[in-house]
């Protein structure tokens, strides 16, 4: 019997006939035919009950459509290489490894607009035995698998290129094996998607496009289209000076569709979101219900997507010394599980904007294209197969907001992150202060963030000497500050000089547009002025730079702490902690020692903790080899080791240094950063935890000196807000882009043209991620395998994997915590 009825309406004869028939098998073939596994859609086999209660909820809840080989009832699983290869067979209403490249194949075609001659020759190449009378692979499934080795594991070109050579001698004489890298690239490469060539004015003005496609040089600057000739002025025609390479995200979402398995995952903040109050999506967050309540008839088509882009700029080159920066474009899909949204497999890379320079604030010119498809996708739509409900449907999709570190903030936004004025959420009345002697701008005064009444309110002497009134100004909407921006008269075109007019030597600059360089371009989306938050605040580059500042403050380390003379000397100007002013003693001056100061015992008390500490394997890096036992300090911390430090180790190892209201202050940030990184948002709590960062920011302002006070320290009293508005930070932090990033890194194999490799590389991964979800008993590049199977297999023990339902898990876990002797102490 065939399954189309897994598909039918639950009210029709055919539904009935096929539980029927589904229930008369599993009776048959089930290893225990009175509790079997119940595939309806809320157990999804997790549980096991009697056939009639299975046959309650399949009338009840329906079937799981993506079951469609029934091996938790009985069913075999056809393994490739299990007898000859021939077309259109299937044994036990499972398909062939070669039928499934075929609809592989199919799929692939439909989608692309590569010659159909050329798919001709992959069909071939599906049929055709890797070797003569091998029944288990084929050409095609053998270069698949083998890519899917080269993307996963990182192996050059040049490896797989010598692997190839070396499989060809060792197969039988008339073997179909490439004799090259490239030669087999060229098989695949038609299954991934295209990419376009935009060539771009070398001085980020246009790009030649619409109107401007014919042009030979800029008409904004004169520069010539083409590129020169090294020691001349003569051009090379035909070879573009610069180049964006845009890979169009309209085709790669419709992909994602035509897979059954991404279809029916594609609606999970629809179907299978846990609705509680908590907040574990951002589909429960009021920035996603905005949408909803403001444009129903989107909301109303689960599939359509909700995006989240970001961009940084990457050193392509191994080498530290190379100021080479490209900048890629990635776009994520907020729609699926909150363990699938940032994973690789799930990351679009959109735009590789060329280097050798950042486009800085005139990121504007290349999103252009981009833009484009997000507004066809907004207004107009794009026609989608949805291959897990076997039906088409009108695709939209809408960009929630950006992911970027403080300075691409800047760009994107075009607002002004420097200065007096460097909060884009508190804009004019952004609490700053000019040092004179540091020459920098501190951000201090965050007692106006509190509540009214607050008693610190009315210090003086703990703070900068004057008592503080004003409240925090309110953040402004899209719509007020498009209005706002409509009345600015902005200065047009490039400024060739990046000098800036001071008034008064305290470093504002003299613009008449304030803080705003340009109305962004991303307003051109009609939704965009709606949002609640369209652009984040990136919680990994904040918590660095606190830890940053906190661990050089307090190991004191020269250069690099934001103690010294010139902060010494910016409290005697302000009149403030007379105790810690320099004091000149013959020809030297003295510095007191401050209460945040760790003496060189405190130093190795400090040190030692930490290099003693054991983690998991996995949870982070060695901690004892970033500390120097011999010169007391810590070094070679990346961002995860301070992720790992303010949220586990730093609170713990100053508990026997430092005094007690330095200690405090400290465990108290430490713990702010813990609960703010939570998976799960207790929504009523989140009012708490504002408070508790403006009492820490102000005991910290009663601690430590002014100049220890920049943009990012300030930025954290603002990161509750984005919580509250738009769900978990793990969703919306730089992590998994940085990862991936590097991935992108590892992708250049020609210095000389790194963009080009790894548009190059991209494309054939996509290829090989969209072959291998056709195969069988291959994992996918992009996906997350269990970090402990190898692990247990190396015991030489034999692990058997079955399914418990949620009761049983809950039981031995509890018995565990009951038997254990290192838990009691815990339990008592």
Known sequence: ??????????????????????????????????????????????????????????????????????????????????????????????????????????????????????????????????????????????????????????????????????????????????????????????????YEKIHACPNDFILYRKRFVDEVSCPMCGESRWQKKKNSNEVKKGVPAKVLWYLPPIPRLVRFFRNADHAKNLTWHASDRVKDGMMRHPADSPAWKTIDARWPDFTNEPRNIRLGLSADGINPHTSLSSK??????????????????????????????????????????????????????????VNAYDAYRNEAFNLRAMLLWTINDFPAFGNLSRYSVKGHNACPICEEKTCSRYLTHSRKICYIGHRKFLPPEHVFRTWKKAFDGKQEFEMPPPPLSGRQLVE????????????????????????????????????????????????????????????????DSLINTLFNIPGRSKDGIKSRLDLKEMGIRGNLHPEIIGKRTFLPPACYALTKEEKRSFCTSLSHVKVPKGYSSNISNLVDMDKLILSRLKSHDHHILMQHTLSVSIRSVLPKKVRYAITRLCLF????????????????????????????????????????????????????????????????????????????????????????????????????????????????????????????????????????????????????????????
């Open 484 to 547: 706002k921006m409509n009345k600015i008269q902005f200065n047009l075109g490039k400024r060739k000089s990046k000098s800036k007019k001071r008034k008064g030597g305290k470093g504002v600059t003299n613009e008449p547009q304030g803080p705003w360089k340009k109305k962004s371009i991303f307003f051109e989306l009609e939704y965009w002025e709606h949002l609640v938050l369209r652009h984040n605040l990136d919680v990994m580059h904040i918590e660095k730079n606190v830890s």
């Open 673 to 828: 950063f813990k609960s703010l990184c939570c998976k799960v948002v207790d929504v009523s709590k989140l009012e708490n935890l504002r408070l508790e960062i403006v009492e820490v920011l102000c005991y910290l302002e009663q601690l430590f000196p002014p100049s220890f006070f920049d943009i990012m320290i300030h930025l954290t009293v603002h990161l509750v807000r984005e919580v509250k508005m738009c769900g978990p930070v793990y969703l919306r932090w730089m992590y998994p882009m940085e990862r991936y990033m590097k991935i992108l890194k590892g992708y250049v194999r020609n210095r000389s043209r790194p963009e080009g490799s790894i548009v190059e590389s991209y494309i054939v991964e996509e290829a090989v991620e969209f072959c291998s979800d056709f195969l069988s008993n291959v994992a996918t590049v992009g996906s997350c395998l269990p970090r402990f199977d190898n692990e247990i297999s190396k015991g030489g023990r034999d692990v058997s994997v079955c399914d418990v339902s949620r009761a049983d898990r809950e039981e031995a876990h509890r018995l565990v915590l009951q038997n254990v002797d290192e838990v009691q102490p815990y339990i008592e």
């Open 324 to 381: 080479y920066s490209c900048w890629p474009i990635l776009l994520v899909i907020y729609n699926l599980a909150p363990w699938l949204v940032m994973k690789r497999k799930f990351t679009m890379l959109t735009l590789m904007i060329s280097g050798p320079s950042q486009p800085g604030n005139d990121i504007d010119v290349y999103l252009a294209p981009l833009i484009d498809d997000l507004s066809k996708l907004w207004y107009d739509g």
């Open 1 to 194: 019997m065939d399954r189309d009825w897994m598909s039918a309406n639950k009210l029709t004869v055919k539904y009935r006939e096929g539980v029927d028939f589904f229930l008369e098998f599993s009776a048959k073939n089930a290893d225990n035919p009175d509790l079997v596994h119940c595939p309806c859609l809320k157990c999804g086999n997790m549980e096991r009950m009697k056939i009639a209660q299975i046959r309650e909820h399949l009338f009840k809840n329906g079937i799981d459509r993506s079951y469609k080989v029934w091996y938790h009832h009985g069913e075999k699983i056809r393994r490739s290489g299990e007898g000859p290869f021939r077309k259109d067979k299937i044994v036990n209403n499972v398909e062939y490894e070669d039928d499934h490249i075929a609809e592989m194949i199919n799929k692939a075609e439909f989608e692309s607009q590569v010659r159909p001659e050329t798919f001709q020759t992959m069909l071939e190449d599906a049929e055709k035995s890797i070797y003569p009378n091998c029944t288990r692979f084929t050409k095609l499934s053998t270069l698949i698998r083998l890519y899917n080795l080269k993307a996963k594991h990182g192996r050059s070109d040049k490896s797989l290129t010598e692997l190839l050579a070396f499989l060809g001698e060792l197969l039988p004489e008339g073997n179909e094996v490439p004799l090259s890298f490239y030669e087999a690239k060229k098989t695949l490469c038609s299954l991934g998607l295209q």
